[in-house]
């Protein structure tokens, strides 16, 4: 079983510190064999001179965001074509934070998951429910309906795909996640209960369940050792590269400890 590390450094930093942390984590990787899939998500400044420096290494690139047009008058946006010329193998699609403050629509979200879908780009799909709507029960309903829309265009068979589960009130929390293992374990079970009944079992297997919200080093071995978990996204834990660090050694345990 593969498990998916995914570093969201969102606006956090720049160039030059992108290319300090994905130093780091190169050096701390050497040597290691048995490694989760890494997937570094600097800002788009950034992507060019992280690529060059993981180009040759078992990380993988992934830019934060995405515009669905293929080219075209479209000032200040960047497009799936122009992240794979790049380097890119992952795109976040649908965070939260874009949602809250720049407005992104599921409709929007459809789009961008249609557009890195046809670049051959993997998209890592983030759904979530807000604090309101899970203090009413009403978590599973709302992630339906988030997952239904994004996949609304994606084939029924094909390549694999990443579906973060992240509560937006979960997110950047600046302390120990609030949610619980068992909470989120609960939650993927409905989601991937969900997927094989809507696609087939085939498909379902290659769409891959992975947790954020406010991960640490000090949280991530429980969530990993989840079966059902196969990965974790990363924001502020991502950019301390000894917090990082750690992180990946977790997963690592984790791995070595799977039959
Ligand atoms: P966080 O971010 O770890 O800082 O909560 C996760 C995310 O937003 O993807």
Not at 16 to 21: D, F, K, N, Y
Not at 106 to 120: D, L, P, R, T
Not at 229 to 243: D, N, P, R, T
Request: hydrophobic residues 40%; positive net charge.
């Amino acid at each position: 079983m593969r498990k998916y590390i995914v570093a969201n450094w969102k606006m956090y930093v720049g160039n030059r510190e992108s290319i300090a942390l994905s130093r780091g984590v190169l050096s701390f990787l050497r040597g290691k064999t048995q490694l989760p899939e890494i997937i570094l998500c600097p800002s788009f400044p950034a992507l060019n001179d992280v690529h060059k420096i993981i180009a040759k290494s078992r990380m993988k690139l992934g830019a934060q965001n995405v515009f669905w047009q293929e080219n075209g008058a479209y000032t200040g946006e960047v497009s799936a074509s122009m992240l794979a010329e790049l380097g890119c193998q992952y795109v976040l699609v649908g965070h939260s934070e874009r949602k809250e403050h720049l407005g992104e629509t599921e409709e929007m979200i459809q789009k961008k998951m249609q557009a890195v879908w046809q670049q051959k780009l993997i998209p890592i799909c983030c759904v979530g429910e807000s604090f309101e709507q899970y203090q009413k029960g009403n978590t599973f309903v709302v992630l339906k309906k988030q997952i239904e829309n994004a996949l609304h265009f994606i084939p029924r068979n094909g390549r694999e795909i990443l579906l973060a589960y992240e509560p937006c009130w979960a997110i950047s929390t600046q302390k120990k996640s609030e949610v619980s293992v068992k909470e989120v374990v609960e939650v993927l079970t409905q989601i991937q209960a969900f997927l094989q009944q809507t696609f087939s079992e085939e498909r379902a297997k290659k769409i891959h369940l992975i947790y954020g919200g406010s991960v640490e080093k000090n949280t991530a071995y429980s969530f990993l050792r989840e079966p059902i978990v196969e990965g974790i996204l990363v924001g502020q834990a991502s950019i301390k590269i000894h917090q990082f660090l750690e992180i990946i050694q977790a997963s690592c345990e984790v791995l070595e400890g799977q039959p």
